[in-house]
């Protein structure tokens, strides 16, 4: 019996398989959206001129900040999990 290697493409992969599919492909594109906010925003915070731009856009960069750790955070917790239920079935 030859077992296969796991390495970390197949496991972001596997994320897009299964009951969650629809529901990782939407974080995907969410995580994508906020990505390009907060360059967006990044943007923004270094063009302003004034002290509340400067605060308008330091709040839009750490929350969207949060928004691409969360969205992480998630496809690690479904990569784990999908190696998790890979190992109790062997």
């Given amino acids: 019996m030859t077992q296969k290697k796991e390495t970390m493409m197949t496991m972001v992969c596997d994320v897009f398989t299964g009951p969650l599919k629809g529901w990782s492909i939407y974080a995907l594109v969410f995580g994508l959206a906020v990505t390009?906010?907060?360059f967006y925003a990044l943007v923004q915070f270094l063009a302003a001129e004034t002290v509340v731009q400067h605060l308008h856009w330091e709040v839009a960069l750490i929350l969207s900040g949060f928004g691409i750790v969360l969205m992480k955070i998630w496809f690690w917790l479904l990569m784990m999990r999908?190696?998790?239920?890979?190992a109790l079935e062997k």
């Fill in 36 to 38: 390009g906010f907060f």
């Fill in 82 to 86: 999908n190696s998790i239920v890979r």
